[in-house]
């Protein structure tokens, strides 16, 4: 096989794998929020009222935006920032701006494509082919873990070379979501190809502890743990 269809064949691999994109404790109360891209796919991952979790694309049904520019936080709804198209936390349509040309368009062709979610170990799951997620085994450690501190990072990097790095210092979940054991903490990692060619990276990171009642880690040491997921995407 050759590189390029190498390449291909990686990314079409990387689309069809199940893949964290949040831990519940991002996602607190109603309207709660965390936005997410993989494998290309634009998320938008929202608290519903009910307690559920949805799994959106943050995608503006009217010219393709960026519904959520933000990379967490809560709404009461979402507004695209483009002409103001808004929609509520479950993704239905709630307004337009201007809907002349969309008389007898019904409502639900207008929402915010829904993605199929899971839920395993407190991390939110989507493939990003929109194909369910399979069931996925998650360490206790990190199943029974409380959500310390949450980071994302972005590289300029082969997403394929950089999940190599990760996944040499750290356990594979599945494909691509890894996790580490240190000083009574548990680091979960999750490698995701981004951007239209999928030619960059982003790092989802996750650090937890089973005593929920902590109340601070040096900076220095979460410094060094960022710092050692920079080096991986270098």
């Known amino acids: 096989m050759s590189g390029d269809a190498a390449s291909v064949a990686a990314s079409v691999a990387a689309r069809r794998r199940p893949t964290a994109v949040a831990h519940l404790g991002q996602l607190p109360e109603a309207g709660s929020f965390v936005t997410a891209d993989a494998a290309g796919t634009a998320l938008l991952v929202v608290r519903q009222d009910d307690g559920s979790v949805r799994a959106l694309a943050n995608v503006c ?95 300029d990097a082969p997403w394929d070379a950089v999940e190599a790095r990760v996944g040499a210092a750290a356990a594979a979940i599945t494909p691509g979501t890894f996790a580490r054991w240190s000083d009574g903490y ?41 710092a050692r997921l920079r080096a991986a995407g270098t």
């Open 61 to 155: 049904r009217h010219r393709g935006a960026r519904v959520e520019t933000e990379p967490a936080g809560r709404r009461k709804m979402f507004a695209c920032p483009y002409h103001r198209w808004c929609y509520t936390r479950t993704g239905a349509i709630r307004s337009i701006t201007f809907d002349d040309g969309f008389a007898g368009v019904s409502p639900a062709d207008l929402s915010l494509v829904k993605h199929p979610s899971a839920q395993a170990g407190n991390l939110v799951w989507v493939v990003p082919d929109r194909s369910t997620p399979a069931a996925v085994t998650v360490p206790a450690e990190v199943g029974t873990g409380t959500l310390f501190r949450a980071a994302t990072l972005e590289f």
């Open 186 to 226: 548990a680091e979960v990692v999750s490698v995701r190809p981004t951007g239209v060619r999928l030619d960059r990276t982003a790092i989802g990171f996750w650090l937890l502890t089973d005593d929920g009642a902590a109340t601070g880690e040096p900076q220095a040491r979460w410094d060094e743990r960022v």
